[in-house]
């Protein structure tokens, strides 16, 4: 158990659908990202928020949209999603925000599947 | 552009050792990570490295050669549940996290 908590496990939707992924960290940090693992690539950063305000968004396509609504909780709101979007989606939360150069505290991921 | 090098997968035995690489290509460096990743599990932290030489925790080591733009984990007395990819990791001089593919490391009995 790492302290972030990652819903659902497993998602598998269609192009038309709308979802939200939900992360919650249990740790008192200050700063939440998305990321995306896609097998054998690097993970490849969303979003990054600090103190519930987006400080990175790295050309990711409008069809993802991240919301922080609190320093604890993150979602990803997915919609008409394409097959290449099928990965593995990470939240992490760090201590201070990244130019801190802290460790990353990792959820298991929500696997999902675009139909 | 910046790039980490490692390999895709190992295969190692019960009880040895194995030396997992990292070479990269960076703008500037301010540290380097290793994460532990099981299968359907999160990724967590084993070790990080900024300073040249050896950082020894258990059975797990971290070495840097920042000047060869290398780092290597060293697994001793391995075990089954040692089985996992493991992630390289560097921060750039925007303290950027550039990311490995991951190495895969197979352990047989």
């Known amino acids: 158990e790492t302290g972030v908590t990652q819903t659902p496990r497993h998602l598998v939707m269609g192009m038309t659908n709308k979802k939200s992924l939900k992360c919650e960290q249990h740790?008192?940090?200050?700063?939440m990202y998305w990321y995306k693992q896609s097998a054998k690539k690097p993970l490849e950063l969303m979003f990054v928020?600090?103190?519930?305000?987006?400080?990175e968004n790295n050309s990711v396509p409008s069809r993802f949209s991240p919301e922080c609504p609190n320093s604890s909780h993150l979602f990803l709101h997915l919609h008409t999603l394409q097959p290449e979007d099928s990965a593995l989606y990470l939240c992490?939360?760090?201590?201070?925000?990244?130019?801190?150069?802290?460790?990353?505290?990792f959820g298991s991921g929500t696997q999902l599947s675009v139909l | 552009g910046q790039n980490i090098d490692q390999p895709t997968e190992m295969t190692a035995t019960e009880g040895a050792i194995v030396q997992i690489n990292c070479t990269y290509q960076?703008?500037?460096?301010?540290?380097l990570f290793w994460y532990q990743q099981h299968a359907g599990e999160a990724p967590t932290f084993l070790s990080y490295?900024?300073l040249d030489g050896l950082e020894e925790k258990g059975r797990f080591s971290s070495f840097l050669s920042r000047s060869k733009g290398y780092s290597y984990l060293l697994l001793k007395e391995l075990q089954m549940k040692d089985s996992a990819s493991y992630l390289c990791?560097?921060?750039?001089?925007?303290?950027?996290?550039?990311w490995g593919a991951g190495t895969k490391l197979i352990i047989k009995p």
């Open positions: 960076t703008s500037g460096f301010n540290g």
């Open positions: 990791a560097v921060r750039d001089s925007n303290y950027q996290l550039i």
């Open positions: 992490a939360s760090s201590l201070s925000g990244p130019g801190a150069g802290e460790k990353l505290f």
């Open positions: 928020y600090s103190l519930e305000e987006r400080v």
């Open positions: 740790l008192g940090h200050n700063a």
């Open positions: 490295n900024v």
